[in-house]
């Protein structure tokens, strides 16, 4: 076994926190942020500087929590044999576990770094620093977040990203569902023969153990695609309405957005392609952005 397949098993098996198919993505952003920095010659990096960066980072593309612990995948992204941390002198710990406090990391110039064995991977072939990211996107992110994800690290030598090959029975088996249309805004576009911009939505992640069946499944346009893997909206699991986060702001396009707060779901075909209430549970308590706007109704 090469070096680069026994770090892309430890990158494909980071210990995140897990409860009823929630996780949290720290660790993933840390390692992308790392690879990013990496890509600009940075290895050594303080973690007064990874701190703001990262919650930057959770804010977009993490799940929505009170507070937002930078301090833990620091420190804890050491466990999978990935990431070594220094300081000057020895670091206060917790009391009740063994990570170190985040006012300790600070005060003592706390610096993290990837192993000797990751950063010699690295430096071997540029190409590693690709692989590796592709595979820490694939395995903890929708694909359609993964270019944004890119980007937002600094990864300039970029990764390889895109709809996964594994997907197309399944885009086929919901866009048949839903008759080739968006079940938000109705979308169905042809150029010729071809769809052109109506793609099929996994309610709950893959990477969380969606499985690929239709009640997992929502045709959406390309706008309403990004924007529920984001969190933006969501699909309540009684009636199927759709429900529109206080986050959202903007101009027209917020506007347009709003147009369908409170509107039913566009229903598929059959009873039995419906969304399955798991499915929309999970979306609303790991992805959606809460609090959700009142409803007409509530009014």
Same mark, same amino acid.
């Given at each position: ?15 995140m ?10 660790k ?21 500087e990874?701190?703001?960066? $990262?919650?930057a980072?959770l804010?977009v593309?993490?799940p929505? #929590? @009170? !507070?937002?612990? &930078?301090?833990?995948?620091?420190w804890? =992204?050491?466990?999978?044999g $990935?990431?070594?941390v ?6 206060? #710990? @917790? !009391?009740?576990? &063994?990570?170190?406090?985040?006012s300790? =990391? ?11 064995e ?8 540029p ?8 595979t820490?996107?694939e ?7 993964h270019?944004d ?10 990764a390889n990203?895109?709809q ?22 109705g ?11 109506v ?29 529920f ?34 509107r039913s779901?566009i ?28 409803l007409?109704h509530?009014?």
């Amino acid at each position: 076994m090469t070096d680069l397949q026994s770090l892309l098993e430890k990158f494909s098996k980071l210990r995140m926190w897990r409860h009823g198919g929630r996780t949290a993505p720290h660790k993933p952003l840390l390692t992308l942020y790392a690879l990013g920095q990496f890509s600009q010659g940075r290895h050594a990096l303080p973690f007064v500087e990874v701190d703001p960066a $990262l919650r930057a980072l959770l804010r977009v593309f993490g799940p929505k #929590r @009170r !507070s937002i612990h &930078t301090e833990y995948p620091f420190w804890r =992204l050491q466990n999978d044999g $990935l990431w070594t941390v220094s300081a000057d002198g020895p670091l206060g #710990r @917790r !009391s009740g576990n &063994t990570d170190a406090r985040k006012s300790e =990391l600070i005060k003592k110039n706390a610096v993290g770094t990837f192993t000797d064995e990751v950063l010699r991977v690295l430096r071997s072939d540029p190409d590693n620093l690709k692989v590796i990211a592709s595979t820490v996107l694939e395995n903890n992110f929708s694909w359609t977040l993964h270019q944004d994800i890119v980007e937002a690290v600094g990864l300039n030598q970029g990764a390889n990203v895109g709809q996964p090959e594994g997907s197309r029975e399944f885009r086929q088996r919901v866009l048949r569902a839903y008759e080739s249309r968006c079940c938000v805004c109705g979308y169905d576009l042809r150029l010729g023969d071809a769809l052109a911009g109506v793609e099929a939505a996994h309610i709950m992640w893959p990477q969380a153990g969606g499985p690929d069946v239709e009640s997992n499944g929502l045709a959406l346009c390309t706008l309403h695609h990004k924007v529920f893997d984001l969190g933006a909206f969501t699909v309540t699991p009684d009636e199927f309405t759709l429900v529109f986060s206080q986050d959202i702001s903007g101009g027209t396009q917020k506007d347009w957005l709003m147009a369908f707060h409170g509107r039913s779901l566009i229903r598929p075909q059959s009873e039995s392609y419906l969304p399955d209430r798991k499915f929309l549970n999970w979306h609303q308590s790991t992805i959606f952005r809460a609090p959700g706007r009142d409803l007409p109704h509530t009014f």
